[in-house]
């Protein structure tokens, strides 16, 4: 029996890194919000590896800080270790990765949600969401609770129709053994929307003591203290080391003994996975030349044995596993303690969405996270957050957020989720950034804080950070340019000549002097010629001058891809009137339906005469009217 | 795409008088203004009005003359694409337009693509709404030939030269994107590696280029003058030379009066091959006018083959002649060897023409004419690649997305190793994106599928 259970702006289906930053942003902006889990024990949960950033993730962690979202904040609360990566190849690329515990992380974030005002948790399977064409109106249980609302978010993961396999074995499942969403899909389906099935996997998990760590190399984390988020205290902690082994022949012998009972080879799985996410299998088959690949040991928190070992991503059948774990050296006589699975599920292929991730089919019907054909926890979390933002607009009848390339990865993110055809699940990477010199970790504040303002998920404590900033930046950088040296100063003539760096000619600013590569601004800051600054005040100027030409240069390029982004495309245009696009360019246009011309333009079968044919008939509409 | 400027010859193929070579978009003016020397000292072509003319040259990067030209100077709305533009009237034909041309296209602007003139005044309220049709008809047919023509001139054995270059590019971008994206499955990138194929690419652009600039003579052709003084042989030359009595062949000096201009085929080389009138002084009045244009073809041509008379020794007006010869582009064809009598030897030419090739032989016996063609050919070719090592044929456009690709490249090899990955990521990506013009491949794409290919990436 269905009974009206309540009535809410938001329904946020699904409680994993997608959901809590989605049904978090609602609340915080002012909406009445529900957020329903399949299990309370089990939100924010890390099925897979026990990490949060890296190359271009890292990035997008600190973009959802800006914004106000959460997972730079929970993740600094729950790390056991930091690294700063690819620290040597400029500081658009570097990356920070921290390990997290991951029952730490799972218990900050639920403690953040309980504390949260506007927003009720519940326990529950939405089996189905209930629309006309005005839009949803309604969610309904399992257990019959029919909750009214005007907008939904689905950040429902890998658990629709999730199904487990491993060997032979083969059962529904969500991540972890948790009980998938068996009802949701049709539901979708029935509301109009195309749905896809994708495959991903995850390794064995291992126990601590029975590990020979003397055979690895230790991987120790940053001795420097080093945080996610912009407001987080900056403390130093003690930090839990991960350990580097290796594959050997042997292993990959045990493969290849047993490749026809592997699923990737059977037939058994369908679904396509990701190629930067291989199973292990895969990889031995694939590069049959190499003896040996590398395998990380992780620990899975602070307060277990248990140990993640990357790397080794496998649906192999669990004998063979255990089989594979103990020709590893330092794993000789492991004990594991969860066995590695593939899981399918069903994902809503994305081009059925807009650019504020609202489905088009549906009016204030939201999809977020792993659902979208992504893989990767900041993925999901940073969609979340923009597909709770921009309901919790729509709901309040606020213009939508539209995060562009040149502004964000999550804007990178979205509009090749909407624009590009994925046979694989999306991860973002670095180099799908066109303007990756300016979306850098570092400044992710200076891009995107005045945007989580206006939309009021920045409070005034970090607003005010945020501006005191500012300040000491813009003060700082006046001092660089306005202190200057002449050829006949002897302090400086010795500063010089200690770090190598040629005598000068002319009368020259600080600021000029901090390009020349040898010289470092925190060598300047040592002399006492700089008022005292934090350390990110330093390398931020220090990035700003060092990198100016090249930035200047991506600047330009911005420019010339914004014009075309400003183009705007009608929003009743009907594809079908307009002459001479060809036929593949017109299916694309009419289920896309971009914003823009740069949009259309980037979309996969929309070729430039396509675009050049819909400059003319758009001209020519405008010219009727 | 929208908003740069763009070029191309306006006129139709073929020899005319003059050939105009539009140039439309916001930096019309101020680019063409960069490549012109008024006739007129302090004429500025900036400050020109919409619709005046202006006379001067249109020079190269040495400030020499390419060729006297009329600019057109039209602004904007007022102009066919309502865009400020220039129009250059070339006075020398399509072979200097096309230098024009090139000259232009050396500026940054972009060649124009068929109908994107009138596509452009549609889309500025030029032309009449009914024109849509019409406008979508070009770029539909534009495409579709764009495609075909890629497709031909890169089919075969042409093309295993651009895939070599385009997959040395996928490859440096994969090693640097794998890097970075990657770090802990790839590590370092291999700077020694990337250096090396760079200087590959930096390599095979130069040998492309020269090939490209070679198969254009094979297509443009080549002016080459045939000069010396009266009855010195220099039509019955013309007429061995293109197989037909079309010159007056006498024995009265100053027979031919205008200049004789005929198309042949040397060694498959398109030559206009140009008889010019006996230089020397005169009264007559008419033939100083053959005179003075034999001079100007001298002065244009890139070759010259110089008649001397075996009989006749070498005389002051030979010497004359010689003045106005570039003896860089000069060969010496010693006439008459069937006579008897023998004035000229051949340490008296090497004392008064060092260094100039020489061949004695005779039109009338047909002797040491193939030696002659032999000479031409490879004079023609000379510093534009070696010969029959590519047979490919470049388009303007091809040749300027190759040059620029040139122009990158060269700069990022000194600067590797001294930027961080990420600015030369910057770099690499421009190259890339050029080249993937040539052929519309997304190299960038490629390269991603080169790295799950070549590195086993897998967490």
């Known amino acids: ?625 | 795409m929208l908003e740069d400027t763009i070029a191309a010859i306006s006129t139709p193929p073929g020899e005319g008088g003059i050939a105009i070579i539009r140039v439309s978009g916001s930096d019309a003016i101020n680019k063409v203004e960069a490549i012109f020397k008024p006739r007129q000292k302090g004429r500025i072509v900036s400050q020109l009005k919409g619709y005046q003319m202006i006379l001067g040259w249109i020079v190269d990067d040495k400030d020499q003359p390419i060729d006297e030209c009329l600019l057109a100077i039209m602004r904007k709305p007022h102009s066919y694409t309502a865009e400020d533009t220039v129009e250059i009237h070339c006075h020398g034909g399509v072979l200097a337009a096309r230098q024009c041309l090139e000259r232009v296209l050396t500026l940054g602007v972009r060649e124009a693509l068929p109908g994107e003139f009138t596509q452009r005044a549609y889309l500025n309220g030029r032309l009449d709404a009914s024109q849509a049709e019409a406008v979508i008809e070009i770029i539909r047919a534009r495409s579709k030939k764009a495609l075909n023509l890629a497709m031909k001139q890169l089919t075969g054995y042409n093309s295993q030269y651009v895939h070599r270059l385009e997959d040395r590019l996928i490859q440096v971008t994969a090693l640097i994107e794998a890097s970075i994206d990657f770090p802990e499955d790839v590590g370092e990138p291999d700077y020694q590696e990337i250096a090396g194929l760079l200087s590959e690419v930096r390599d095979e652009l130069a040998r492309l280029l020269a090939a490209g600039k070679r198969a254009e003579i094979y297509r443009s052709g080549a002016k080459v003058v045939i000069c010396g003084k009266p009855n010195v042989g220099k039509s019955s030359l013309l007429n061995w030379l293109s197989g037909w009595e079309r010159a007056i062949v006498t024995e009265i000096p100053g027979t031919t009066r205008d200049i004789i201009e005929e198309y042949v085929n040397i060694k498959g080389i398109p030559v206009r091959l140009i008889d010019t009138a006996g230089i020397r002084r005169t009264e007559d009045r008419v033939e100083a006018i053959g005179i003075k244009m034999a001079q100007q073809a001298i002065s244009e041509a890139e070759l010259a083959i110089f008649l001397l008379d075996i009989t006749s020794g070498i005389t002051e007006e030979d010497k004359e002649i010689y003045q106005s010869l570039n003896p860089a582009k000069t060969i010496i064809f010693i006439n008459k060897d069937d006579l008897l009598e023998k004035q000229i030897d051949t340490a008296q030419i090497e004392r008064l023409f060092p260094g100039i090739p020489v061949i004695v032989g005779s039109v009338r016996e047909e002797k040491g004419l193939s030696e002659l063609e032999d000479i031409v050919e490879a004079m023609l070719l000379a510093g534009q690649g070696e010969p029959g090592d590519l047979e490919m044929l470049l388009s303007t456009r091809q040749q300027q997305i190759l040059q620029r690709c040139m122009e990158q490249i060269g700069p990022i090899t000194e600067m590797l190793g001294l930027v961080s990955l990420d600015c030369l990521a910057v770099e690499i990506n421009e190259v890339i994106e050029v080249m993937g013009e040539l052929t519309g491949r997304s190299l960038k794409a490629e390269a991603m599928e080169r790295i799950f290919r070549d590195f086993c990436i897998g967490k």
Request: a neutral charge.
């Open chain 1, 1 to 625: 029996m269905i009974y009206d259970a309540g009535e809410y702006d938001i329904v946020v289906i699904g409680a994993g890194h997608a959901g809590c930053e989605a049904a978090l942003a609602a609340a915080r902006m002012g909406c009445r919000t529900l957020l329903t889990t399949l299990s309370i024990e089990h939100i924010a949960l890390m099925p897979c590896n026990p990490s949060v950033g890296g190359p271009a993730k890292a990035q997008v962690v600190r973009e959802i800080d800006a914004l106000g979202g959460e997972m730079a904040i929970n993740t600094d609360k729950a790390s056991i270790q930091m690294r700063m990566i690819n620290t040597g190849k400029g500081p658009a690329v570097q990356a920070l990765r921290a390990q997290a515990d991951k029952h730490q992380y799972h218990l900050a974030m639920v403690d953040t949600l309980l504390r949260q005002p506007n927003l009720n948790l519940l326990m529950a399977e939405v089996e189905k969401i209930e629309a006309d064409q005005n839009g949803v109106s309604a969610v309904i249980t399992k257990t019959g609770a029919r909750f009214l609302c005007k907008a939904v978010v689905v950040t429902s993961g890998t658990y629709l129709k999730g199904r487990i396999i491993i060997g032979d074995v083969i059962y529904d499942g969500g991540p972890n053994n948790q009980v998938p969403a068996m009802k949701l899909s049709q539901s979708l389906m029935d509301l109009g929307l195309t749905l896809g099935r994708f495959k991903t996997g995850t390794p064995p998990r291992i126990n601590r003591r029975s590990v020979d760590f003397s055979k690895m190399i230790e991987q120790p984390g940053d001795e420097r203290p080093l945080r996610f988020s912009y407001i987080s205290p900056l403390k130093p902690r003690e930090q839990i080391s991960c350990w580097l082994t290796h594959s050997t022949p042997l292993t990959h012998q045990i493969v290849m003994d047993n490749i026809h009972r592997a699923p990737m080879f059977t037939g058994v799985i369908k679904g396509r996975g990701p190629r930067y996410c291989p199973s292990f299998e895969d990889k031995v088959v694939r590069f049959a030349h190499k003896s040996s690949h590398q395998l990380f040991i992780e620990p899975e928190g602070r307060y277990t044995d248990e140990m993640y070992v990357q790397g080794l991503n496998t649906s192999l059948p669990e004998d063979v596993q255990l089989q594979v774990l103990r020709s590893i050296p330092g794993l000789e006589n492991v004990h594991m303690m969860r066995t590695g699975y593939a899981i399918e599920y069903d994902y809503v292929i994305p081009s059925q969405l807009q650019l504020t991730l609202e489905t088009q089919a549906i009016p204030g019907l939201f999809t977020a996270g792993q659902i979208n054909g992504t893989s990767g926890y900041e993925e999901a979390a940073g969609q979340g957050l923009i597909a709770g933002i921009n309901a919790a607009l729509k709901v309040q009848g606020r213009d939508p957020l539209i995060l562009k390339r040149s502004e964000a990865y999550l804007g990178v993110l979205i509009d090749d989720l909407v624009n590009k055809e994925n046979d694989e699940p999306y991860r973002l990477l670095t180099s799908r950034a066109e303007y990756r010199l300016l979306l850098r970790q570092d400044n992710a504040d200076l891009r995107l804080t005045a945007i989580g303002r206006e939309i009021g998920l920045v409070d005034d404590t970090r607003w005010e950070a945020f501006n005191r900033k500012l300040e000491r930046l813009s003060a700082a950088k006046q001092q660089l340019k306005e202190t200057t040296f002449t050829p006949g100063d002897a302090e400086m003539a010795s500063f010089l000549a200690q770090h190598n760096s040629a005598p000068l000619k002319d009368r020259i600013s600080l600021w000029e002097l901090l390009r020349r590569p040898e010289i470092e601004i925190e060598q300047l800051a040592a002399c006492g010629w700089l008022d005292e600054a934090p350390a990110d005040i330093l390398e931020q100027l220090e990035i700003q001058c060092k990198y100016e030409g090249y930035i200047k240069k991506q600047q330009e390029q911005v420019k010339r891809f914004e014009k075309l982004e400003e183009r705007r495309i009608p929003e009743d245009i009907d594809y079908h009137q307009v002459q001479g696009l060809s036929n593949e360019a017109l299916q694309k246009l009419q289920a896309i339906r971009p914003r823009s011309i740069g949009q259309a333009s980037r979309i996969s079968g929309v070729n430039p005469a396509d675009i050049n044919v819909l400059l003319i008939n758009l001209e020519k509409a405008r010219r009727k009217s």
